[in-house]
């Protein structure tokens, strides 16, 4: 069974930064895709990041690009989300997911993963 841990969150001032981190278990974590999803307070969810099975390659949704950065470690079954520059409307609880295939999709809503964690709150005030 899929087990996805998310930790990291917290509150953090306008500019400042945070690092997620994703601790997976029952999968083969370097086989498959990750990703970083979000949802703000009454919005739906949204795709944040999504990392190749060997970090190589990556996708970001345009609202991030240039101040978040995903990574992964595979030696450690842990997943990365760095994030700076944060703002308000960054404010959301943040999942963790995985897929099944060793390459994300890059078809919404779901970005080829299929399973998700249970998220870590950040929230950015101004």
């Known amino acids: 069974q899929v087990q996805l841990v998310e930790s990291g969150g917290g509150l953090v001032q306008a500019g400042g930064s945070l690092r997620l981190s994703c601790a997976a278990s029952g999968r083969t974590f370097g086989a498959v895709a990750m990703g970083w999803f979000r949802q703000a307070p009454g919005k739906d969810r949204e795709f944040v990041a999504a990392?190749?099975?060997?970090?190589?390659?990556?996708y970001y949704a345009d609202s991030v690009k240039g101040r978040f950065t995903i990574s992964r470690d595979n030696a450690k079954n842990t997943l990365y989300l760095q994030m700076n520059s944060l703002n308000p409307e960054d404010t959301a609880v943040y999942y963790c997911?995985?897929?099944?295939?060793?390459?994300?999709?890059?078809?919404?809503?779901?970005?080829?993963?299929?399973?998700w964690g249970k998220g870590t709150l950040v929230t950015a005030s101004s």
């Open positions: 997911a995985t897929g099944s295939n060793p390459y994300y999709s890059s078809n919404p809503p779901n970005y080829g993963m299929n399973y």
């Open positions: 990392i190749s099975w060997s970090g190589r390659d990556t």
